[in-house]
């Protein structure tokens, strides 16, 4: 068992590392230098048998071509003595034989003395039938009965365009792989002297390194125990004697955080008990194991703890499950008076507590007091019931058309039928938005249905502007309405939709100065849908109100607005309307230059749309 620790040492392991990375760079350097010096050795080796052949075939090709042109016995003694002084004294590789052939593959001579007897008969290996056909590129490397490795090149004799012989040479590489051991023996007695210095090398330094490692041990330990008092020598500036600095740096900063801990303890206890918000906190079962004073006060419960969450906050379990995961952001408790009726409410927000490799090791929940804030926000919902009453611009316009009969538009039959119908639609018209207003609320809960009807677009926008143009031409202000050819009649709630224009151009017309302008058009967007924008040349609107324009009861100038009639929910009961139409409405203005207010509809495909 000591020995399987003794290995696991790093001292160990830094003396193999050492030793492993040696062996396998002197491996790497050996194969290739070993690999390198035996193909350069073979190449020089195979070069000279390609050259000496070369030259034997030059110098042989002249006789052999005569000596087939002859058929005297005397000449072909004489060429055959003349090839056989020339292969034996060319030829200087050693332990070789080269033999020159005729055009039949037949001996002619051959540089062995032993070999002798081999003239006049024929060669029959591959390689000769090759260089007999011409082939130049014969090579091939053989090992005959006695082990021994032998190189064979065969070459072509060719005089002009005709192959008149060949030459056949068998060189052994004995000597080359002999050459070729030696250095491979070379190479491993220094690999071996290498790998036992890198060894003794290794020990040394491995000691150097882990000494300081245990002295870092020792001191880890004593902390480990609560001992801070101790201290690791440093012994260099190196990345050792760093990390000695760091640990013993570390050690004082430990103390000191330890002692930090205990008062940050007592601050949170502090803390907890004075938030005005309530706190709870619950194990992994959901038992609640902590509660500050804010708390129990809201709860109304003197002590809350060993109670369950869900019995705490009167909760289903899939309802408390559900708030610990996050599917809902937080729930709503309600405490009732004696006699029922609503006294106070509390959102309750529960995050769970994670501890590493654990899961959800307990809960915390937050309890505030919403009371307040949903009371306003129950008299926002009541005001807009409220501001339904005081639509201005119906009862303006109609007022507008009476004074104008009054003042003599009566007596032309044709204008005064035509005012007189106009206050009857504007009447009707009241009505019907004055019971739309009252439904807002269901507009934001996706519940007030629409009343879609197809819709002739130019004349909607004419319509709008003749309904303002008393206030138009009090204050002298130019209306013009643009509608692309390509827009006919859309399918959409006429009346919800009049409302939206109506708040735009009575927007437009109360921030416009006396002869300024405003334009209504209307254009076809891709895909399938049309804009319809109010235009004019009013005062604009500062950019940092831009943002929350479309706001509840958000007023730019909230002095002005009221004396000009306006109640802030506007633009926001437009957006609403145009959202509900499935579109989207947008601003754009700069101060002291104009505004553009946006409305983006989308034409409904299979609802009778067409346009």
């Known amino acids: 068992m000591n020995g399987i620790r003794f290995f696991r040492t790093i001292q160990v392991k830094l003396i193999i590392i050492y030793v492993l990375l040696i062996l396998i760079a002197m491996q790497l350097i050996g194969v290739y230098f070993i690999s390198t010096m035996k193909t350069s050795l073979t190449s020089t080796f195979t070069n000279n048998m390609n050259e000496q052949a070369n030259l034997l075939s030059k110098l042989s090709a002249q006789t052999l071509s005569n000596r087939l042109d002859k058929t005297g016995t005397t000449d072909e003694n004489s060429t055959e003595e003349y090839l056989r002084v020339l292969v034996s004294s060319l030829f200087s590789i050693s332990e070789a034989e080269i033999q020159i052939l005729d055009a039949s593959g037949k001996v002619l001579a051959t540089s062995m003395q032993a070999h002798q007897s081999y003239i006049g008969k024929k060669n029959t290996s591959l390689a000769v039938s090759r260089a007999l056909q011409g082939i130049r590129d014969n090579e091939e490397e053989i090992i005959d009965e006695d082990g021994l490795r032998k190189k064979i090149i065969a070459k072509p004799i060719v005089d002009g365009e005709k192959t008149v012989g060949a030459i056949y040479l068998v060189a052994s590489m004995k000597e080359l792989y002999s050459t070729v051991d030696r250095i491979n023996r070379i190479f491993m007695s220094g690999m071996l002297f290498a790998l036992g210095l890198t060894g003794v090398l290794g020990i040394l330094l491995a000691h150097t390194i882990t000494n300081p490692i245990k002295a870092l041990t020792r001191q880890a330990a004593a902390v480990a125990e609560g001992r801070f008092d101790q201290q690791v020598p440093v012994l260099g500036n190196d990345e050792i004697g760093r990390l000695s600095e760091v640990f013993n740096d570390m050690t004082m900063r430990l103390r000191d955080a330890l002692s930090a801990t205990e008062e940050e303890k007592e601050k949170i206890s502090s803390i907890l008990a004075n938030m005005s918000d309530g706190v709870v906190a619950a194990d ?51 405490h009732l008076e004696a006699d029922g009726d609503e006294e106070e409410l509390m959102r309750v927000t529960l995050t769970p507590i994670h501890r590493r490799d654990q899961g959800i090791s307990g809960t915390i929940a937050v309890l505030q007091d919403v009371t307040e804030q949903e009371r306003l926000e129950q008299s926002r919902r009541e005001f807009v019931a409220n501001v339904s009453h005081e639509l201005r611009t119906p009862l303006t316009t109609i007022k507008s058309y009476a004074e104008a009969l009054d003042d003599g538009a009566m007596d032309e039959r044709e204008l005064g039928q035509r005012f007189v119908g106009v206050i009857r639609n504007e009447t009707e018209r009241m009505i019907r938005l004055v019971t739309d207003l009252l439904h807002l609320s269901r507009l934001d809960s996706n519940q007030a249905p629409l009343r879609r009807q197809q819709t002739n677009v130019p004349d909607m926008l004419e319509e709008v502007a003749d309904r303002f143009s008393f206030q138009l031409r009090k204050k002298a202000i130019k209306a013009s309405v643009r509608v692309e050819d390509s827009i006919t009649s859309i399918w959409l709630d006429r009346d919800q939709i009049d409302q939206v224009l109506d708040n735009l151009v009575s927007n437009a017309i109360k921030y416009t100065l006396d002869g300024g302008r405003i334009e209504i058009a209307a254009r076809r967007l891709e895909p399938a849908s049309v804009a319809i924008s109010v235009k004019d040349t009013g005062i604009g609107i500062p950019k940092r109100d831009l943002g929350r324009i479309f706001d509840r009861f958000y007023r730019v100038d909230k002095a002005r ?51």
Request: negative net charge; proline residues 2%.
């Open 284 to 334: 992994e079962r959901g038992v609640v194991i902590i509660t500050n004073r804010r708390a129990q006060e809201m709860l109304r419960r003197e002590d809350c703890q060993g109670i369950r969450l869900t019995d705490l906050f009167g909760m289903d379990e899939a309802q408390l499950t559900g708030l610990q995961k996050g599917n809902e952001p937080s729930a709503i408790l309600y």
């Open 561 to 611: 607005s009221r004396n000009m009639g306006g109640t802030g929910l506007g633009l926001s009961i437009a957006r609403e309307i145009v959202k509900a139409h499935g579109g989207s409405i947008a601003l754009d203005s700069e101060l002291n230059e104009g505004t553009t207010v946006t409305v983006i509809l989308p034409v409904q495909v299979g609802g009778g749309e067409s346009a």
